[in-house]
């Protein structure tokens, strides 16, 4: 798996405003009772409990409810966040792939909250299993690692046997981007109150159109 981490992604005026739309008290966040979702392969539940989070759809799949069954744009903020997608779809695109990564499929924001002093590491997931490059940017000065393992959740029987491959600490205005398909997690922080990402995929729209047709 390979990793690409780029700091200082944005203009510092444009980090600056999605971290304070981000942050403000009319921003929309989503309960969710698992962050990432409970993972099949993992039978250890005691821990569940500091599994939850908070989410905001800017990119789905199905796109605007009512709208066309597509990938595009949800709610008020999406097309504030769209310059940074399109960004992000250009360096994917600039880099070699045997897929042509052409088309943003979806973007969340996500945040977790503090839960402890001791680490709190969340289930391990794939964004989609099929080919595809993900990313994260971290929005907001916070700690919580990014954990990726170089593996894809069909070759193991239970999350117990994963190794760590490789972490990346957030940091404002730092984009991560790696295979959506490997295993990852992110942890909780226990330095700051809360940690906020962005984390987006993008697909070859060709091989998504071929699946679809195959179905």
């Known amino acids: 798996m390979v990793l690409k981490v780029i700091d200082n ?3 510092e005026t444009y980090h ?5 739309m981000m942050t403000d008290g009319a921003f929309e966040w989503h309960y969710r009772s698992s962050i990432t979702g409970i993972g099949i392969k993992n039978s250890d539940t005691t821990n569940i409990f500091n599994g939850y989070g908070f989410s905001h759809i800017y990119w789905h799949e199905k796109g605007e409810p009512g709208g066309p069954d597509y990938p595009g744009p949800v709610g008020p903020y999406a097309r504030f ?3 940074m997608l399109c960004q992000i779809l250009d360096v994917v695109r600039s880099n070699p792939s045997p897929y042509n990564y052409n088309f943003i499929w979806r973007s969340r924001a996500d945040m977790v909250t503090w839960t402890g002093k ?8 794939v964004d989609i299993n099929f080919p595809n490059i993900a990313s994260v940017f971290y929005v907001n000065e916070s700690d919580g690692d990014t954990i990726f393992y170089n593996t894809k959740e069909e070759n193991i029987t239970h999350y117990s046997e994963l190794i760590e491959y490789e972490r990346v600490s957030p940091k404002p205005n730092r984009l991560v981007m790696f295979p959506g398909d490997f295993l990852h997690t992110g942890c909780s922080p226990t330095k700051h109150a809360n940690r906020i990402i962005i984390n987006s995929n993008f697909v070859d729209k060709e091989y998504i159109d071929e699946q679809i047709k195959g179905n």
Do not use: G, V
């Open 81 to 83: 966040i769209q310059p």
């Open 118 to 125: 001791d680490e709190f590491i969340h289930e391990p997931h």
């Open 9 to 11: 992604f944005l203009t």
């Open 16 to 20: 600056k405003a999605i971290l304070e």
